[in-house]
């Protein structure tokens, strides 16, 4: 089956002999991997000539589910669209008066889609709020993330919900993810060990049913069932540091408690209670914080994979582009137009979710090349999609790939991982000065997934070797 794929590659006009060693080494190492060919799609292009050289293909028009690979076109929409600089805002207000400290009326937290809006984010806006020397809210405490629809949980993911932070809901106020990290550390054997939540807030109650034993393995379970956090098993007294990310169930509720409890650690109380509401018209700007860039933003996406930014991004892509509220199909809808300004084909892939969180989007190795080809081309954003990849042995989800000094640093690419699905793609380098665009995608049973992520490793060595 292979003599149709060396036909192809080495007769490419315009190979040259460089070209053809390479083709030579791909063909090679794909033999050694026991992965049925059209369970693969792949395709690598040469970037340093024009126009770009076809190095290989195999199923590259073959309809493939991309997993996480998606992700690349969720950041060129988002980084092309919004630029690398972007900055959302979170903001206080009110319309009431403000006589010696005390504020008489509601305080309104304004979400503004910073998927990004962490603690110390909060500290910040929280820090900027003291300076207007109020020190009391005689008023409730009102959330607005009307930016947003309230789908928290888009209907294009994978419909069963789970409590990992991979699937955290979606809010315009959302904060920390819209998950709470669990660490347990040991004590002595027969004592329960010690939790921490982080945000340390009270906003959740800790059931600790875990005991500390001898020896250094661990069992446990972490689980969050509302706002209870239930850690159950053992673990050994010379065991690390263990820890668990769950998602929240309410991002109004979470964000405005979270607000107040960092409220009070200033001296501020609030007399009213947390809810969700819509700024006023005439409400005072009190405070505000600005998010980091969106370059980085889309950085959080790519190294980790993280499902909640995606779409967070991609709500915000809706909301810039004045949809309000904003909803995940109104974002798809130009992430599509994006693709198809770049060349790909109305018709030629399926695009529902940002995230790859779902078996019903479809691309192309071709169609994803493309993207990736077309992303360099683009100087004002190019350096900042770069950057955001996962890069060969040392960070995101590549952190523990291709370690070793001919290959560590020199591949960046974007991961893919569902049941049954593996995908890499991205850019590799050469020392050279050559470089290759490349896509590889694997559908086939979940069984041979692992093989699947050894051979594209090998796959992206040899591109760099």
């Keep these: 089956m292979w003599s149709l794929i060396l036909y192809l590659l080495v007769l490419t006009p315009g190979a040259n002999a460089n070209a053809n060693a390479l083709t030579g080494r791909l063909t090679k190492t794909v033999r050694q991997y026991s992965i049925p060919q059209a369970q693969l799609g792949l395709?690598?292009?040469?970037?340093n000539q024009t126009p770009q050289q076809l190095i290989f293909a195999l199923n590259e028009n073959q309809d493939f589910i991309p997993a996480s690979v998606t992700?690349?076109?969720?950041?060129?929409?988002?980084?092309?669209?919004?630029?690398?600089?972007?900055?959302?805002?979170t903001s206080l207000w009110s319309e009431g008066k403000i006589k010696n400290g005390v504020l008489q009326g509601d305080?309104?937290?304004?979400?503004?889609?910073d998927s990004g809006f962490v603690s110390e984010t909060m500290w910040f806006l929280v820090n900027e709020f003291t300076r207007t020397g109020i020190h009391r809210i005689e008023g409730d405490l009102l959330v607005d993330d009307t930016d947003f629809d309230r789908v928290r949980a888009d209907s294009s993911r994978d419909p069963e919900r789970v409590d990992r932070a991979y699937d955290a809901p979606v809010g315009a106020m959302s904060f920390n993810w819209n998950s709470i990290n669990i660490f347990v550390r040991p004590t002595r054997s027969g004592e329960p060990p010690r939790v921490y939540l982080d945000p340390l807030a009270d906003y959740y109650k800790i059931d600790n049913k875990a005991k500390t034993v001898a020896g250094n393995?661990?069992?446990?379970?972490?689980?969050?069932?509302?706002?209870?956090?239930?850690?159950?098993?053992?673990?050994?007294?010379?065991?690390?540091?263990?820890?668990a990310y769950k998602n929240i169930d309410d991002p109004i509720d979470w964000s405005g408690q979270n607000l107040a409890f960092f409220m009070r650690q200033r001296g501020i109380s609030i007399s009213g209670k947390v809810k969700s509401g819509t700024k006023p018209k005439n409400a005072v700007l009190l405070a505000k914080a600005d998010s980091k860039p969106v370059s980085q933003h889309v950085a959080d996406m790519m190294k980790f994979s993280?499902?909640?930014?995606?779409?967070?991004?991609?709500?915000?892509?809706?909301?810039?582009?004045?949809?309000?509220?904003?909803?995940?199909?109104?974002g798809m809808t130009l992430i599509r137009e994006t693709m198809l300004g770049?060349?790909?084909?109305?018709?030629?892939?399926?695009?529902?979710?940002?995230?790859?969180?779902s078996r019903r989007n479809r691309m192309k190795p071709?169609?994803?090349?493309?993207?990736?080809?077309e992303a360099q081309h683009h100087f004002p954003t190019f350096a900042e999609m770069?950057?955001?990849?996962?890069?060969?042995?040392?960070?995101?989800?590549?952190?523990?790939?291709?370690?070793?000094?001919?290959?560590?640093?020199?591949?960046?690419?974007?991961?893919?991982?569902?049941?049954?699905?593996?995908?890499?793609?991205?850019?590799?380098?050469?020392?050279?000065?050559?470089?290759?665009?490349?896509?590889?995608?694997?559908?086939g049973k979940a069984g041979q997934s692992d093989t699947a992520r050894r051979l594209f490793d090998a796959l992206a060595m040899d591109l760099v070797q």
């Design 43 to 47: 395709v690598i292009y040469e970037l």
């Design 71 to 89: 992700k690349i076109a969720t950041a060129t929409s988002v980084l092309q669209r919004l630029g690398a600089s972007f900055k959302f805002q």
């Design 386 to 443: 770069l950057a955001a990849f996962p890069l060969a042995g040392q960070d995101g989800t590549l952190r523990n790939r291709m370690k070793g000094q001919a290959t560590q640093g020199w591949v960046r690419a974007k991961t893919g991982n569902l049941s049954g699905v593996v995908g890499l793609a991205g850019y590799a380098g050469r020392k050279d000065g050559a470089s290759h665009a490349f896509v590889f995608i694997f559908n």
């Design 342 to 357: 770049m060349g790909l084909k109305s018709g030629s892939f399926n695009l529902l979710n940002p995230s790859g969180l």
């Design 107 to 113: 305080l309104v937290l304004k979400g503004g889609g």
């Design 366 to 373: 071709v169609d994803l090349v493309k993207v990736l080809i």
């Design 217 to 243: 393995g661990s069992s446990l379970e972490v689980s969050r069932v509302g706002q209870r956090v239930i850690v159950r098993g053992s673990i050994g007294e010379g065991a690390k540091e263990f820890v």
């Design 306 to 330: 993280n499902n909640y930014v995606a779409e967070m991004l991609t709500k915000n892509l809706a909301a810039q582009g004045g949809v309000f509220p904003a909803s995940l199909d109104a």
